[in-house]
């Protein structure tokens, strides 16, 4: 995930313009991603690509006006070859981990 902060965009402190128009970025890389109110998860994908990505919502929002950007990126890998079972009505490895965490959660309420 990344969360990308335009600076001295003025005196409105919302981000919402900057943050969409990352979004239409990203919806043409054809990657799979989930804006969120504190960062935008991308899905797997090679890194080449998520960087890429982030390097052109930087351009994209500079072009609507913000002089400086501090972007923070957080990235999960797994090892080559490491293949797991997905949790039922799981779409990918993200949707595994949320899912899972739900499941030990319904299950720890039906214990309560």
Do not use: M
Not at 17 to 23: G, K, L, Q, R, Y
Request: glycine residues 8%.
């Amino acid at each position: 995930d990344f969360c990308l902060i335009p600076i001295g965009t003025g005196n409105d402190p919302s981000v919402a313009e900057h943050v969409a128009e990352c979004a239409r970025v990203l919806e043409k890389t054809g990657l799979k991603y989930e804006v969120c109110p504190a960062t935008t998860v991308l899905a797997i994908g090679p890194w080449s690509a998520v960087s890429d990505a982030i390097r052109a919502c930087h351009a994209a929002v500079h072009a609507k006006g913000a002089p400086r950007i501090a972007t923070d990126i957080r990235i999960g890998t797994s090892a080559p070859g490491s293949k797991r079972k997905l949790v039922d009505g799981a779409t990918g490895e993200n949707d595994h981990k949320v899912k899972r965490v739900q499941e030990i959660l319904g299950k720890t309420k039906a214990k309560l």
